[in-house]
Nanobody
């Protein structure tokens, strides 16, 4: 099990930016697939972005606006969110795991408790 703690959520106006962080502990961080998911009120949780040694992956809805990165020395993964839209409003969850495809929740076995992102217009 990997312990994950998200931070950086908050309230921002449409068009603004926010950077989420996820600090990991308990396992070798560099070997993990790391991902971000989000869940809006009344909707199912959906894939946002993921990163592994071979590259990064994004949902079509955020491609070009969000950037995922990781700092293995700090055991931390980031999600830089630019040009935010009201439809980006959700609780954002950090997850750790492995395998393909990266958008499947069952490829992740450790989850953070989430951080709220609210985009107003």
């Amino acid at each position: 099990q990997v312990q994950l703690v998200e931070s950086g959520g908050g309230l921002v106006q449409a068009g603004g930016s926010l950077r989420l962080s996820c600090a990991a502990s308990g396992r070798t961080f560099s070997s993990l697939l790391m991902g971000w998911f989000r869940q809006a009120p009344g909707k199912e949780r959906e894939f946002v972005a993921a990163i592994r040694w071979s590259g990064s992956y994004y949902a079509d809805s955020v491609k070009g606006r969000f950037t995922i990165s990781r700092d293995n020395a700090k055991s931390t993964v980031y999600l830089q969110m630019n040009s935010l839209k009201p439809e980006d409003t959700a609780v954002y969850y950090c997850a750790a795991g492995g395998g393909f495809p990266v958008f499947r929740e069952d490829n992740y076995d450790s989850w953070g408790h989430g951080t709220q992102v609210t985009v107003s217009s």
